[in-house]
C-alpha cells in the first residue's frame, strides 16, 4: 500500500469516528448498498467477499467479511448491518470493502 493510499484509509477511518460513537442506528436505517454506487465503487464494496477483484485488491482474502470488520454495526451472525462508511444503508453481512479492518477480539 503506498503512503498516499494508507493516509487517505487512516484519514476515512478517523473521520468515521465519531459516527460510531453517535451509535449504528441511523447507520441501520436504509436499504442495502448499492454496488454501483459512488461511495462503495470508491471503496471497492461487494456485497460478496468472493467477488472481489483479486488484481486490484491482491491483500484481500475471502475469510475477510464485513461480519468480521471493525467498523460493522451488527451482530457476527447477522445478513447484514450498518456501516458508518455508508451512513443510512446497510452492508450485506458476507460483503467486503478496501476500508475492512479486523474485529478486534
Given at each position: 500500500?503506498?503512503?498516499?493510499?494508507?493516509?487517505?484509509?487512516?484519514?476515512?477511518?478517523?473521520?468515521?469516528?465519531?459516527v460510531?460513537?453517535?451509535g449504528?442506528?441511523?447507520?441501520?436505517?436504509g436499504?442495502?448498498?448499492?454496488?454501483?454506487?459512488?461511495?462503495?465503487?470508491?471503496?471497492?464494496?461487494k456485497?460478496d467477499?468472493?467477488?472481489?477483484?483479486?488484481?486490484?485488491?491482491?491483500?484481500?482474502?475471502?475469510?475477510?467479511?464485513?461480519?468480521n470488520?471493525?467498523?460493522?454495526?451488527?451482530?457476527p451472525?447477522?445478513?447484514?448491518?450498518?456501516?458508518?462508511?455508508?451512513?443510512g444503508?446497510?452492508?450485506?453481512?458476507?460483503?467486503?470493502?478496501?476500508?475492512?479492518v479486523?474485529?478486534?477480539?
Open positions: 500500500m503506498s503512503d498516499s493510499t494508507r493516509r487517505i484509509f487512516f484519514k476515512q477511518v478517523a473521520a468515521t469516528g465519531s460510531l460513537l453517535a449504528s442506528a441511523m447507520a441501520q436505517a436499504g442495502l448498498v448499492d454496488e454501483k454506487s459512488a461511495q462503495a465503487v470508491a471503496l471497492g464494496y456485497a467477499t468472493t467477488k472481489v477483484d483479486k488484481a486490484k485488491y491482491p491483500k484481500h482474502t475471502n475469510d475477510q467479511k464485513c461480519t470488520c471493525q467498523l460493522f454495526a451488527g451482530k451472525t447477522d445478513a447484514a448491518g450498518g456501516c458508518p462508511l455508508f451512513a444503508k446497510q452492508v450485506a453481512g458476507p460483503g467486503w470493502c478496501s476500508a475492512w479486523k474485529k478486534a477480539g
